[in-house]
């Protein structure tokens, strides 16, 4: 007869999350997983098997609650620029209050392990062209209203914009200026008059 798990796995995914975050892959041992997540080292196996899996089920947890808001978003969006502006200001604003100064935990991981990691490697890929889509979707819906330009293409205006907000995610490593984060993000948007 199957053991029932005696704890909450989104809750384990989301302190996995914030030690992943917080210490990077490589830097997070098993002993931190066993003490940050509560639960013993053998749910800790029986349930993720490895640390990698735990990692990889992390990101993918981190992943939909982002994609769950940037569709949010959209759905409520009114002005294709307005929703650019909040779409940026999703991707930054958590990053500027942080005193840890942890950076945006995806690109984290594209930095430290995704080169040499094909499954992190896929999952952050996806998590990228889901945010680049969103910009796109938004602004060809703008260029087709007549709100935003059309002397460029919308998917090139995504993949800037896109940059940008990446760009952002790490400079929130070294100094996450919320006055300086307003100032790219208007500026950045700006190119779609």
Not at 148 to 166: E, G, M, P, R, Y
Request: with cysteine; hydrophobic share 40%; net charge negative.
């Amino acid at each position: 007869m199957a053991r029932t798990k005696d704890f909450d796995e989104n809750e384990v995914l989301t302190k996995a999350i914030q030690l992943f975050w917080h210490k990077g892959y490589n830097a997070t041992s098993m002993q931190d997983l066993v003490d940050g997540l509560g639960i013993s080292r053998s749910s800790l196996y029986d349930t993720y098997s490895d640390k990698h899996t735990l990692f990889l089920k992390a990101l993918e947890s981190y992943q939909l609650a982002g994609n769950a808001k940037i569709k949010e978003i959209v759905a409520q969006s009114v002005s294709a620029k307005e929703t650019v502006i909040k779409l940026m200001e999703l991707a930054t604003n958590d990053l500027v209050g942080d005193k840890q100064q942890k950076g945006c935990f995806m690109v984290n991981a594209e930095v430290e392990v995704a080169p040499h990691d094909q499954e992190v490697s896929k999952l952050v890929c996806q998590n990228e062209q889901q945010m680049e889509t969103a910009f796109f979707q938004v602004i060809k819906k703008g260029q087709e209203s007549g709100e935003i330009t059309n002397t460029q293409d919308a998917l090139v205006l995504a993949k800037f914009i896109f940059n940008a907000v990446k760009g952002m995610q790490v400079t929130a490593k070294s100094s996450p200026d919320a006055i300086s984060f307003g100032n790219i993000i208007r500026l950045t948007v700006a190119v779609l008059d």
